[in-house]
């Protein structure tokens, strides 16, 4: 069982930066991929970014690439996401999730889920 809590949202206008953090809970969070999903009003829950087991095995939606960075922290159980560049329809609710040890994209393949934290990027 992983429990995972994000932070790290808020309002920021276009052009403006900001890192998520996502922490698990639980002793093997090594083992585990972690992924970034969003979810704006009236849409469905989309793939941000993702990280396999190594800091180098990472994915991005092409809606983010060259603008977000993912990474973890083993030693603090710890994701991020860095966010740089933000648009207006970066506007969402951000969701972290954990699934074991391969890096996926659906959002069907992850098994565990935080709550979200909002993100507001005004223009």
């Known amino acids: 069982q992983v429990q995972l809590v994000e932070s790290g949202g808020g309002l920021v206008q276009a052009g403006g930066s900001l890192r998520l953090s996502c922490a698990a809970s639980?002793?093997?969070?090594?083992?585990?991929?972690m992924g970034w999903f969003r979810q704006a009003p009236g849409k469905e829950r989309e793939f941000v970014a993702a990280?396999?087991?190594?800091?180098?095995?990472?994915y991005y939606a092409d809606s983010v690439k060259g603008r977000f960075t993912i990474s973890r922290d083993n030693a603090k159980n710890t994701v991020y996401l860095q966010m740089n560049s933000l648009k207006p329809e970066d506007t969402a609710v951000y969701y972290c999730?954990?699934?074991?040890?391969?890096?996926?994209?659906?959002?069907?393949?992850?098994?565990?889920w935080g709550q979200g934290t909002q993100v507001t990027v005004s223009s």
């Open positions: 999730a954990a699934r074991p040890r391969t890096l996926r994209v659906g959002v069907r393949e992850y098994d565990y």
């Open positions: 990280i396999g087991l190594i800091s180098s095995s990472t």
């Open positions: 639980g002793r093997t969070f090594s083992s585990y991929a």
